[in-house]
């Protein structure tokens, strides 16, 4: 994956902050599913369900994350190309 991007992104204090975007955004909303959502499900589904699921969970939740930043960061690659006249 690294080399994928490191051919839509050259600068590598750019690549850093795209990866950290992806990092911060994974842990936010999984702060956030932790707290809002598991005690509910502990109490609905029972711990065992709960525990089997949230792997899951999180784990769509990140590949999500990075599936949408992909594309952001594709589109603004395109965007940029069709307007630098060089």
Do not use: Y
């Not at 839509?8 to 999984?30: E, G, L, P």
């Not at 589904?45 to 709960?50: L, N, S």
Request: with cysteine; proline share 2%.
């Amino acid at each position: 994956m690294t080399d994928i991007v490191r051919e839509q992104i050259a600068d590598s204090t750019d690549r850093v902050k795209w990866f950290a975007k992806i990092n911060a955004t994974h842990a936010c909303v999984t702060l956030l599913l932790q707290t809002a959502v598991v005690g509910w499900l502990l109490r609905k589904i029972g711990v065992g369900v709960t525990l089997a699921m949230l792997p899951i969970v999180l784990g769509l939740v990140g590949l999500s994350i990075l599936l949408g930043s992909a594309h952001q960061q594709a589109t603004a690659t395109v965007a940029h190309q069709e307007t630098d006249p060089g």
